[in-house]
């Protein structure tokens, strides 16, 4: 049973990367059905111009590569000029690829900080310039992982690049905090999500049986498990958090922590 939009972000303008696949387009379809006005961001840009076209005229496509300083200042000139403002920013553009720290190369270690950690630094940087003189706030959103928390054998590169945003997302929101601005950072940490990525790092796996709906220790979530989190932070719901890690892991983590285990 699909529930009836509330209009909970009503005429906010929403930039979402990594806007045209997994959890970047659920939150897009989402937040789109509850009134918001969506950029959606990425380097996909067939599949980002579907999902505008598939949305409608509140929607935008832009071409980004999270990690190029001029495409941000591009990407967020285009949103100024086609919405006239931006009041959310969900950082959510990500690689994952699997490595430890004996098989990683520093190759791979540079590539995945170049978007996991570069790009949010630069998404955050132009987009609080964007927000902050706005007298409606703003709020950041940060994808960040299970992984910052508690630490992925399997995924070295990316357990240290979701560890940055997550620090970064703490400076972030002390930083407007301390400057009077009325915009929060907020962190999501998700374990597994049902999406493209995940399949290809680990096909085989059964949704249904890992579902929650069926089986009450899954690990892995939906695509709008995450969007419904996303939602909230980006409404005057959340208007008081800020600088708060949130986990979606179905008690993953802490799991591990009372059975002698520090990682998901």
Known sequence: ??????????DKVVLITGAASGVG???????????????????????????????????LFIELDVAEE????????????????????VNNAAICPLGTIEEASLAQWRTVQRVNADGYFLGCKYGLAAMKDNPRGG????????????????????????????????????HCKSSGYRIRCNSIHP????????????PG?????????????????????????VLFLASDESRF???????????????GIAAGTTHP
Do not use: H
């Open 25 to 59: 387009k659920a939150d897009a379809l989402l937040l789109a059905a509850e009134g918001a006005r969506v950029v959606l961001a990425d380097i996909d840009r067939d599949a980002g111009q579907a999902l505008a076209a598939e949305i409608g005229a509140n929607a």
């Open 139 to 174: 709020s950041i959103i940060m994808m960040s992982s299970i992984a910052a928390l508690g630490g992925l054998p399997p995924m070295c590169a990316y357990s240290a690049s979701k560890g940055a945003v997550t620090a970064l997302t703490r400076s972030v929101a002390v």
């Open 241 to 255: 958090i800020n600088g708060a890690e949130l986990r979606i892991d179905n008690a993953q983590l802490i799991s």
């Open 1 to 10: 049973m699909t529930a009836t939009p509330m209009k909970r972000v009503q």
């Open 70 to 89: 001029v495409q941000w200042r591009r990407a967020i000139a285009q949103t100024l000029e086609r919405f006239g403002r931006l009041d959310v920013l």
């Open 191 to 202: 374990d597994g999500i049902w999406t493209p990525m995940t399949q290809a790092l680990v």
């Open 205 to 229: 796996l059964d949704p249904v049986a890992l579902g929650i709906a069926d089986n009450p220790m899954a690990r892995m979530c939906m695509p709008e498990d995450v969007a419904n989190l």
